[in-house]
């Protein structure tokens, strides 16, 4: 009787080491597979932030580019301050998300149009009947709701920091322009 609960016992060893390698085998590659996961979500978070820096790379190249043929080819050179102006302001929107560090040149385009807006840039725009200074300041007013739209998309950025005293001075100098223009 003895030799049979000996090798009862045997047995019952053998099945409780087995069982503690096979669990214990399990909790290993339960934790190597929670850290393959964790590294497939890091490469997938990444991958979502580059895709989102490409897209704003792109449509800030075609606000750029927009704003470039309309400044150098326009058909009616007395239309393209303003034209030209709300794609490179609209190129902003996407230009900030990207954390580039150099803006001087996209302001620079900014201010070029600036200087060359004329009371022509918003006879057109205002779909107003009336005497011409009611139609200019009807585009005007319109011309500043289509800045206005993109001016809160910039200044909600978490990045407008790098750009807000560049950005205001820009602001300050278009309605000191507008209002020389509303003057005339």
Not at 12 to 34: D, M, Q, S, Y
Not at 85 to 99: P, R, V, W
Not at 163 to 173: H, V
Request: net charge positive; aromatic share 10%; hydrophobic share 40%.
């Amino acid at each position: 009787m003895c030799d049979c609960l000996s090798y009862i016992n045997i047995i019952a060893t053998f099945i409780a080491v087995c069982t503690t390698f096979v669990v214990g085998f399990h909790i290993i590659n339960g934790v190597a597979l929670n850290k393959k996961l964790r590294r497939i979500e890091k490469t997938q978070k990444e991958t979502e932030r580059q895709i989102v820096i490409q897209r704003n790379v792109t449509n800030e190249s075609i606000s750029i580019a927009n704003g470039l043929e309309i400044w150098k080819n326009n058909e009616n050179p007395l239309t393209r301050g303003s034209m030209a102006f709300l794609e490179f302001h609209h190129a902003l929107i996407f230009s900030i998300e990207i954390e580039r560090e150099d803006y001087d040149w996209l302001f620079g385009y900014l201010d070029k149009c600036i200087k060359a807006l004329t009371y022509n840039d918003f006879q057109e725009r205002g779909v107003v009947d009336g005497n011409q200074q009611q139609r200019v300041k009807a585009g005007i007013l319109e011309f500043i709701k289509l800045v206005d739209e993109d001016a809160s998309k910039i200044k909600r950025s978490k990045n407008y920091y790098r750009i807000k005293y560049q950005y205001e001075a820009m602001r300050k100098n278009l309605s000191e322009e507008l209002g020389k223009i509303v003057s005339m």
